[in-house]
């Protein structure tokens, strides 16, 4: 079964028509490539998979199940996880806290245990920590695990970013340009621990990303939008031999 089925989906903004008629199917275990240029609408796309905006129309199936109109809440619950194009971390926090909130959709404690610190309570912040420790590793990041967010160098706050959404165990992971800002050796690595963590994890990924080549070195499958719509889809060898692509993507 696929892990993300949609349809048809669309939005308005006032006279605007973001996006239209957007459809993308994604399997388990599969890292999938989402291009296109600058207001093509791909964070809007993120946007309604993720419950920020309800769609005008269309369909989107998580596991087979429609969560059109559930909360941001109850979607990152069934299990869809996100970055940010604009970091969005705890800066006051450390890195180890921020990991730690990320994993609040299956803490086993009550409030009552938190509240009493209760035998329970401490039995379960021992294996979070242990959890966010051992998820910070696969980025190198547990030594910097008592610095405050606010205080890691930039390309470290992105990859924060992506641990944080992991601790939250998703079935689907959507990567908001992971890369940008960084530089092209650091975005080179980012896209190799992509790679690794979707191996790692067995999970599916759907990731944005300006470059072209990069998005081509891990994806096996890319959707092309251009205002709003999907212009195509497919292996990276039938995106690089669609002449619209081409031309609305590359403008030659
Ligand atoms: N909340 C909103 N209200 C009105 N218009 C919006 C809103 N969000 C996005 N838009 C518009 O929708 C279009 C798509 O924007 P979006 O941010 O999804 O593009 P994008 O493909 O992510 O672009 P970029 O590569 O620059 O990040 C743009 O014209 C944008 O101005
Ligand atoms: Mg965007």
Excluded: W
């Excluded at 993720?50 to 129309?57: C, L, N």
């Excluded at 009550?110 to 051992?134: C, H, I, P, W």
Aim: glycine share 8%; proline share 2%.
């Amino acid at each position: 079964m696929s892990v993300l089925k949609v349809e048809g989906l669309g939005i308005n903004f006032g006279g605007l028509r973001a996006v239209d008629r957007f459809h993308i199917e994604i399997k388990e275990k599969e890292l999938v490539g989402l291009i296109g240029p600058n207001g093509a609408g791909k964070t809007t796309v993120f946007n309604l998979l993720t419950g920020v905006y309800a769609p005008s129309d269309g369909s989107i199936l998580l596991n087979g199940e429609s969560i059109v109109g559930l909360s941001v809440d109850a979607i990152a619950e069934k299990g869809i996880a996100r970055t940010f194009q604009n970091i969005r971390l705890f800066n006051e926090l450390s890195v180890l806290d921020n990991v730690k909130i990320g994993m609040h959709t299956h803490i086993k404690y009550s409030f009552v245990d938190g509240l009493f610190k209760t035998k329970t309570y401490f039995k379960q912040e021992e294996l979070m920590n242990q959890e966010a420790l051992r998820l910070l590793k696969l980025f190198h990041l547990d030594q910097y695990q008592d610095y405050k967010a606010g205080n890691l160098p930039y390309g470290k706050q992105r990859e924060l970013e992506i641990v944080r959404a992991l601790a939250s165990n998703p079935k689907l992971l959507l990567l908001d340009e992971p890369a940008a800002g960084m530089n092209p050796n650091e975005t080179l690595e980012l896209m190799k621990t992509i790679d690794k963590i979707q191996k790692e994890f067995n999970i599916a990924i759907l990731l944005i990303e300006h470059d072209m080549k990069l998005v081509m070195g891990i994806c096996k499958k890319i959707t092309v939008l251009n205002y709003g719509t999907v212009l195509a889809s497919g292996s990276k060898e039938e995106i690089l031999n669609n002449k619209q692509v081409i031309r609305a993507y590359l403008g030659e």
